[in-house]
């Protein structure tokens, strides 16, 4: 079965450009996450969507972050105005749903590679 | 707040056996989490503890002690293709069951 897939696998933009990127989590999966990973560092929490509950956006670092998700499927990240901190590995995760046990468990995708030049 | 902690680098020898350590303070607890990251790609699981104990899967096993906080990855047999980073993640539970994840222990195996 199809994992979850990202798009742009890298992504070149200028500084001050908006960018966007895509999540398609695994069919089925209510829980998705976003993560930035900057080079040789851990995973920073960015936002988590579950169901139709109020997304929890308590890791977005500016107002220049926002997503979307669009029901149970898809979620985009747009960055807007974008600096050069803003290069790492965004990476998104899902899991069957937002609940106690194995059930949490988060399955990543490849990751977008953004470059802010 | 939320707090994970984990050693940021380790070293081990091929064959040998290694301990990584995770020690948490966290609001509540739903079970703990282990993923193996390989550099430029992305984590995936390696193991799940919810009650005190050891969990054994073939060279990999997980610990976890509840009223410690404290959780290991061990790790046997090493083969160069375990160097990687190993990263804890605690469900802390609340409303939304989020995982915080370490900032990872990136582990070399040498020859």
């Known amino acids: 079965g199809a994992g979850v897939s990202q798009s742009p696998s890298n992504k070149v933009t200028e500084k001050g450009k908006d960018v966007e990127l895509r999540c398609d989590p695994i069919?089925?999966?209510?829980?998705l996450y976003w993560y930035r990973q900057r080079l040789g560092q851990g995973l920073e929490f960015l936002i988590y969507?579950?169901?139709?509950?109020?997304?929890?956006k308590s890791g977005l670092p500016s107002d220049r972050f926002s997503a979307e998700r669009t029901g149970e499927s898809v979620s985009t990240l747009t960055i807007q105005r974008t600096q050069q901190e803003d290069s790492a590995v965004y990476l998104c995760?899902?899991?069957?749903?937002?609940?106690?046990?194995?059930?949490?468990?988060?399955?990543f995708g490849p990751g977008t590679r953004l470059t802010v030049l | 707040g939320q707090n994970i902690d984990q050693p940021t680098e380790m070293t081990a020898t091929e064959g040998a056996i290694v301990q990584i350590n995770c020690t948490y303070q966290t609001s509540g607890f739903n079970g703990l989490f282990w993923y193996q990251q390989h550099a430029g790609e992305a984590p995936t699981f390696l193991s799940y503890?919810?009650?005190?104990g050891l969990e054994e899967k073939g060279r990999f096993s997980s610990f976890l002690s509840r009223s410690k906080g404290y959780s290991y990855l061990l790790l046997k047999e090493l083969q160069m293709k375990d160097s990687a980073s190993y990263l804890c993640a605690v469900n802390y539970g609340g409303a939304t069951n989020k995982l915080i994840f370490g900032t990872g222990t990136l582990l070399a195996v040498q020859p």
């Open positions: 069919s089925g999966h209510t829980a």
């Open positions: 969507f579950q169901g139709n509950s109020a997304p929890d």
């Open positions: 995760a899902s899991s069957i749903r937002g609940t106690s046990g194995r059930y949490n468990e988060q399955f």
């Open positions: 503890n919810v009650l005190d």
